[in-house]
């Protein structure tokens, strides 16, 4: 069979570059060319990409299809849903049955609200202090990640930080217990799953001051207890949607008690009386994300989402445990399920790995600049499949170069 290098765009006359030597420029057109004549023979030919992306992350096959639809035009209306106001009724109901469907997947109590604003952590990261921080008070913070480092730089411009528990001086290769917390913080700040490290808060910690978290990277993705939480939030990227919108779920009770003069944007309040509408949203990340949300119900919810996610990462890990060649990052109490970290015992074999995983059409396999080594990044849409492909270049690796 032939095989080119890209995938093709039925639509556009780009020439292809030939993958393997052997194949002429010519054979190339004439595949090309078959493509533009069928291009429904595009999905039949093209491999699967096993996407280990760290975020945006991998979706819902069906999820980019039906949104891929309402681009072109969404649910008869006559319009792109990226050229319909936000304000119209279709939206309005959109970014409700959004709100609502999230709070029922993880199952807050009755007194938190659900917010889809433009943004991302990283701005969640100042609005959550703001909101709840009082003025000359203080909050404790544990600090497990390049994250969660951020969201202290951040949380400093409103009050004190008391950062209670770090696990900075071992490359953030663990998730350190937090011990007790003052009760004169107004709340501890966690980041439950660590992207670039690996790692992840098997339990919530226990805390006699209020929670707050940043879910950004595992949201949805198991279930906890919502009851010690004053808030919740994340960018949607990971496991909810494209980039482009970030998720709050706040204790509506918490709020309103800083005493101090909150900007407008950053007023969770303000949000929360305009029903995310304070300004024009993200509506293509809100639509998207509510049809992720609708995916994960008809799924079976966060419950058996978890069993998948589990199923996922214990097959990799025993691999990696099984293999002398790899070696995991995080310890193995704190590991995550969502971001496996793990490298090369002799990097010399980099360059030979690498072009192992390419050929198997694997993506996204990098490893961030501060760990280096490899990332497999297993969100909830990542079939159990694209886990044993990974697994079996691994084993395969070893039979060649063990």
């Not at 799953?193 to 209020?210: A, D, E, L």
């Not at 008809?298 to 998948?308: D, L």
């Not at 790995?353 to 280096?372: E, M, T």
């Amino acid at each position: 069979m032939l095989l080119c290098s890209k995938q093709i765009d039925p639509t556009h006359s780009e020439k292809i570059v030939t993958q393997h030597k052997g194949v002429t420029s010519k054979g190339c057109e004439i595949f090309e060319n078959h493509l533009l004549k069928h291009p429904q023979a595009t999905n039949q030919i093209m491999p699967q990409i096993h996407n280990f992306s760290a975020g945006p992350c991998i979706l819902p096959q069906e999820v980019i299809t039906q949104a891929s639809k309402a681009i072109q035009s969404w649910d008869g209306h006559g319009l792109s849903l990226v050229e319909m106001s936000h304000r119209s009724k279709a939206f309005v109901e959109t970014m409700e049955e959004c709100r609502a469907l999230t709070k029922e997947l993880l199952g807050l109590p009755d007194r938190f609200e659900i917010l889809y604003l433009q943004g991302g952590a990283s701005l969640g990261f100042l609005t959550a202090a703001m909101n709840l921080l009082p003025e000359g008070g203080q909050a404790a913070y544990a600090d497990t990640g390049t994250w969660s480092a951020k969201a202290i730089k951040e949380a400093k411009h409103a009050g004190g930080v008391d950062v209670v528990t770090s696990s900075k001086e071992n490359n953030y290769d663990h998730i350190p217990p937090v011990g007790n917390v003052d009760d004169s913080n107004a709340y501890l700040h966690i980041t439950t799953n660590n992207t670039i490290f690996g790692t992840q808060y098997k339990q919530m910690p226990s805390s006699n001051v209020p929670l707050v978290a940043d879910m950004s990277s595992d949201i949805l993705s198991r279930t906890f207890n919502a009851e010690p939480f004053a808030l919740i939030y994340g960018g949607v990227q990971k496991n909810m949607g494209p980039a482009g919108a970030v998720m709050y779920a706040v204790d509506t009770d918490q709020l309103g008690a800083t005493g101090r003069e909150i900007p407008s944007y950053l007023d969770l309040q303000v949000h929360i009386g305009k029903d995310s509408m304070f300004n024009t949203p993200s509506v293509f990340s809100v639509y998207t994300t509510m049809l992720t949300l609708r995916w994960l119900k008809a799924r079976g919810g966060v419950p058996a989402i978890q069993r998948e996610n589990e199923a996922k990462s214990a097959l990799l890990y025993a691999e990696i445990d099984r293999n002398a060649l790899f070696s995991g990052h995080a310890r193995v109490d704190s590991r995550s399920h969502m971001n496996v970290t793990f490298r090369l015992n002799d990097n010399h074999h980099a360059e030979s790995f690498d072009q192992l995983w390419n050929a198997a059409n694997i993506s996204g396999l990098k490893g961030h600049r501060s760990v280096g080594g490899y990332r497999a990044s297993m969100y909830n849409a990542l079939p159990l499949s694209s886990v044993q492909v990974l697994v079996d270049v691994m084993s395969e690796f070893e039979r060649t170069h063990g």
